[in-house]
């Protein structure tokens, strides 16, 4: 298996711009999660998915975050105006059963906002 | 409130030493824990996990760890550890109702030859 994929690897955009990052989960994991990682807040939670169904997004930081995830191999995250505070990684993960099962991380995608 | 304490941020340690990273946790049940580990670039990889039973846990590259209930902790160890092991080390908490893992903030392990 490929394991999870995440794209692109890299994004460097200025504020006010629109970014889409994209992920492909394991075939046949049922949960897929957002996270976001930075040296001040550490690893948070921000949406995760069952079935392709949105089930708690509390962690999404603001209206400019957004999340979908059309079909049971793809999923997006947008943020839409980006802001230099928005400059993370962001990982996806998918689980096969519960978020509680093992979690595949993808390698993330290191957003810069200038 | 449920949180994961790492209260080492920075650890570095000889090729062959033994190794101990702490984990406490505050949760309001018995929770699941486990320790997940990144290579610098990478994304997380799980070593081991606690759900019940024996307390002591193996795990993946001759990690292991101990949850010990009186003290809320899941300390993670290592017999000898090899320059490979060199990467940041997550400890996290869950539970069986729910789907999402707290994690803490992280140890970043350094390894000398």
């Known amino acids: 298996d490929a394991g999870v994929i995440q794209s692109p690897r890299h994004e460097v955009t200025e504020m006010g711009q629109e970014v889409t990052l994209r992920c492909k989960p394991i075939?046949?994991?049922?949960?897929l999660f957002w996270y976001r990682q930075t040296m001040m807040r550490g690893l948070e939670l921000l949406i995760y998915f069952n079935n392709n169904v949105p089930i708690d997004d509390s962690g999404m930081p603001e209206d400019r975050f957004s999340a979908k995830m059309p079909n049971a191999s793809f999923s997006t995250l947008k943020i839409q105006p980006s802001e230099p505070r928005d400059s993370a990684v962001y990982f996806c993960a998918s689980s096969s059963n519960r978020g509680t099962d093992t979690q595949y991380f993808g390698p993330g995608t290191r957003l810069t906002v200038l | 409130a449920q949180s994961v304490t790492q209260p080492d941020i920075h650890i570095t340690v000889s090729e062959g030493a033994s190794l101990e990273l702490r984990c406490n946790y505050s949760?309001?049940?018995?929770?699941?824990l486990f320790w997940y580990v990144q290579s610098p670039g990478q994304g997380l990889q799980l070593l081991l996990k606690y759900f019940s039973g024996d307390t002591l846990v193996q795990g993946i590259k001759g990690f292991e760890a101990e949850f010990k209930r009186s003290q809320s902790s899941f300390n993670l160890r290592k017999p000898s550890v090899h320059w490979s092991d060199a990467a940041e080390y997550f400890c996290a908490v869950g539970h069986y109702n729910t789907d999402k893992l707290i994690f803490g903030t992280g140890t970043r392990l350094q390894v000398f030859p």
């Open positions: 075939s046949g994991h049922d949960y």
């Open positions: 949760y309001g049940a018995t929770p699941y």
